[in-house]
C-alpha cells in the first residue's frame, strides 16, 4: 500500500490550489480516503475525507465552503480542491486511507487512528 501526494506548493491569500493523492497497492473505491494537515506548532487536524463509492463527503469547519474533496477511480486518485486560502491553511497535508466495507458512508473518521494507511505529506505555504 502506498499514497503518494503531489507537490504542494507556495501561493497567495486569497489563491487556490489542488492537491491530489495516487494510491497504490489498493483501490480506494474500497476505502474511506482522507485529508490531514498539520500547521507548523501544531497537531494533525483533520481536513476532509470521502466514503469509497464518493458519495458522502464531510469537512472541518475550517475548510467548508472552501474546499472540495473528490476522487477519480479510474486514476486511482484522490483530490483536495482548495479556493481562498488562508495563512491558516499553512501547513503539511496528509492523505490517509481505511480499509472500508461495502457500502460504508465513513462517518466520523475523524482521528488519525481511523486511518490505517498514510502518505508521505506534502507542504503548502500560502503567504499574505
Known amino acids: 500500500v502506498h499514497l503518494q501526494e503531489s507537490e504542494g506548493g507556495s501561493v497567495q491569500a486569497g489563491g487556490s490550489l489542488r492537491l491530489s493523492c495516487v494510491a497504490s497497492?489498493?483501490?480506494?473505491?474500497?476505502?474511506?480516503m482522507g485529508w490531514f494537515r498539520q500547521a507548523p506548532g501544531k497537531g494533525l487536524e483533520w481536513v476532509s475525507h470521502?466514503?469509497?463509492?464518493?458519495?458522502?463527503?464531510y469537512y472541518a469547519d475550517s475548510v467548508k465552503g472552501r474546499a472540495t474533496i473528490s476522487q477519480d477511480n479510474a486514476k486511482n486518485t484522490l483530490y483536495l480542491q482548495m479556493n481562498n486560502l488562508t495563512h491558516e491553511d499553512t501547513g503539511m497535508y496528509y492523505c490517509?486511507?481505511?480499509?472500508?466495507?461495502?457500502?460504508?458512508?465513513?462517518?466520523?473518521?475523524?482521528?488519525?487512528?481511523?486511518?490505517?494507511?498514510w502518505g508521505q505529506g506534502t507542504q503548502v505555504t500560502v503567504s499574505s
Open positions: 490517509a486511507a481505511d480499509p472500508s466495507r461495502l457500502g460504508a458512508t465513513c462517518y466520523g473518521r475523524t482521528h488519525r487512528g481511523d486511518y490505517h494507511d
Open positions: 497497492g489498493f483501490t480506494i473505491d474500497t476505502h474511506c
Open positions: 470521502i466514503n469509497g463509492p464518493g458519495a458522502y463527503t
